[in-house]
């Protein structure tokens, strides 16, 4: 993280980037390099905190959804969560904020990831239980829907409106500020500090709904529970950073292979892999191609898709075994 906010458009050295940092920490800001203090502070850190916040957030809720539905490819965007996040950010920029109540983009974009985890949580349930394949099916196919109405949307945009409508569908953080930051590192810890206690349930429901229920897990007040707290957190870090995919189905696998699969390892652990990730993928966005930024969503896809696909030939091995 600190090496992240060295690097940039303007290159700071190690040391006054550190010097910057430990000033405003201690409160002794005197004698700072007025620029270099407004490129460090003003800029990279926020930026830099807030890619680590919704790495660490999106690691969590694809933890969560895997676990909720007992499969490895869920993430919140295959759950419907991302594209409902989209929808709402996409109508404010094309049509107004009239056309939502007035909201802006980031409530609207939180509004819609609530939405279609609504919609999901109500297709996905048989006879007053959730299911866990329905819940998958039921995601894709809301996803699908808000996609295609996201698409409709686009074709009555103007250039300009199309640039910003593509540039925050594919993610980015180049925009943060402080303001951004106490909403989503609120969320994100209160999310994780109250899943924390829960591993053991998360053990028992991810080795079967009828070993969970032996332990005497409410599997259904469960399910309920982590599919709400997968949607806050999707809900209000792609509010702020748009749609950044793959996050959450790369990352807890990778954790899992490394650390094990006990969730009171695994949450804490992922939280922190997700959060140096996601640090790590936005220098690369904004060095690759200097002066110019990449979208987060680009890097991220080009990294998961071909992890995606390692990870379907590797569960296919499994099940030949």
């Known amino acids: 993280m600190l090496m992240a ?39 990279r850190v926020p930026r830099v905190l807030l890619a680590a916040l919704c790495g660490a957030g999106l690691a969590v809720a694809g933890v969560v959804l895997q676990t909720l539905v007992d499969n490895p490819l869920a993430d919140p965007y295959v759950m419907g969560l991302s594209p409902g996040a989209s929808l709402g950010a996409v109508l404010v920029i094309t049509a107004g904020s009239g056309a939502v109540g007035g909201a802006s983009v980031s409530s609207a974009a939180f509004g819609g990831a609530t939405a279609a985890a609504v919609a999901v949580f109500l297709l996905g349930q048989r006879r007053g ?21 996201t698409s409709y949307l686009q074709l009555s945009a103007d250039p300009n409106q199309l640039r910003q409508v593509m540039f925050w569908l594919l993610g980015s953080v180049a925009g943060a500020t402080w303001d951004q930051l ?38 259904t007040r469960l399910r309920v529970g982590l599919l709400l707290a997968a949607s806050l957190l999707t809900g209000v870090l792609i509010a702020v950073a748009g749609g950044i995919g793959f996050v959450g189905l790369m990352i807890p696998h990778l954790t899992r292979l490394t650390f094990g699969t006990d969730h009171r390892r695994l949450l804490p652990l992922a939280a922190l892999v997700g959060a140096g990730y996601l640090v790590c993928v936005d220098l690369l966005s904004r060095t690759l191609d200097r002066p110019n930024e990449l979208p987060l969503g680009i890097l991220t896809a080009a990294f998961g898709a071909p992890f995606f696909l390692w990870l379907l030939r590797r569960n296919d091995a499994l099940a030949g075994r």
């Open 5 to 43: 906010s060295c690097v940039g458009a303007v290159t700071v050295p190690l040391p006054q980037t550190w010097e910057v940092v430990t000033g405003h920490l201690t409160g002794r800001t005197a004698g700072l390099d007025p620029i270099v203090d407004q490129i460090v502070w003003e800029y």
């Open 129 to 149: 239980r959730l299911a866990p394949t329905r819940l998958v099916l039921a995601g894709v196919a809301v996803g699908y829907l808000l996609l295609a109405v």
């Open 182 to 219: 106490p909403p989503a590192a609120t969320t994100v810890a209160a999310v994780t500090a109250l899943l924390l206690p829960l591993g053991r349930r998360l053990n028992a429901l991810a080795h079967g709904e009828e070993q969970a229920i032996a332990f005497g897990v409410d599997v």
